[in-house]
T-cell receptor, first 116, second 111 residues
Framework: GAVVSQHPSWVICKSGTSVKIECRSL??????MFWYRQFPKQSLMLMAT?????????EQGVEKDKFLINHASLTLSTLTVTSAHPEDSSFYIC????????????FGPGTRLTVL | QKEVEQDPGPLSVPEGAIVSLNCTYS??????FMWYRQYSRKGPELLMY????GNKEDGRFTAQVDKSSKYISLFIRDSQPSDSATYLC???????????FGTGTRLLVSP
């Protein structure tokens, strides 16, 4: 149980285009979903926390107009990187929690984004 | 100073060795301590979860928390090649709205 999927697993796009990443909880309802970014040899950095039906809460330094998060249902959240640039290239990981607590979050497999 | 410090490694050991992985932290409000294992190009999976100080054992894995020293450890006994992965520590405070992660230590166990 507690499976979280992400799609796509990798994506390459041109600079200036937008990319959407989906995160799904397959066998439980996720009250809260978390979006992280992981650069090589660096920590997992929380970008935003989203609760179903509410606006996402963004961490300091994360541009909410650039990283659009939608959590429209209890099993699906999407992250859209708008007008992507090479510096946005990273590994994006989502996680989902049924309780809303970060100690009970299950991680997806991640999405590797490369912006040319 | 980072809130959580973790040696990135890599740490190379032979099969069967005892592995010690560590993190130090600066925020005395941290009460929840976790260890995650992350295989290459995969998401992290929770290995151990400890609240406050003390030890916790699960099979070949033992987690220790020393809050007085702001130091946590993960021990792996009888290490196996399948243990080769990156191990991340993570912590949360009493408000527990989010986890703060270490950079991860890459472990290589050779047959």
């Amino acid at each position: 149980g507690a499976v979280v999927s992400q799609h796509p697993s990798w994506v390459i796009c041109k600079s200036g285009t937008s990319v959407k990443i989906e995160c799904r909880s397959l066998d439980f309802q996720a009250t809260t979903m978390f979006w992280y970014r992981q650069f090589p040899k660096q920590s997992l950095m929380l970008m935003a926390t989203s609760n179903e039906g509410s606006k996402a809460t963004y961490e300091q330094g994360v541009e909410k107009d650039k990283f659009l998060i939608n959590h429209a249902s209890l099993t699906l959240s999407t992250l859209t990187v708008t007008s992507a640039h090479p510096e946005d290239s990273s590994f994006y990981i989502c996680s989902a929690s049924a309780s809303g607590r970060p100690d009970t979050q299950y991680f997806g497999p991640g999405t590797r984004l490369t912006v040319l | 100073q980072k809130e959580v410090e973790q040696d990135p490694g890599p740490l190379s050991v032979p099969e069967g060795a005892i592995v010690s992985l560590n993190c130090t932290y600066s925020n005395s409000a941290f009460q929840y301590f976790m260890w995650y294992r992350q295989y290459s190009r995969k998401g992290p999976e929770l290995l151990m979860y400890t609240y406050s100080s003390g030890n916790k054992e699960d099979g070949r894995f033992t987690a220790q928390v020393d809050k007085s020293s702001k130091y946590i450890s993960l021990f792996i006994r009888d290490s196996q090649p399948s243990d080769s992965a990156t191990y991340l520590c993570a912590m949360g405070d009493t408000g527990f709205q989010k986890l703060v992660f270490g950079t991860g230590t890459r472990l290589l166990v050779s047959p």
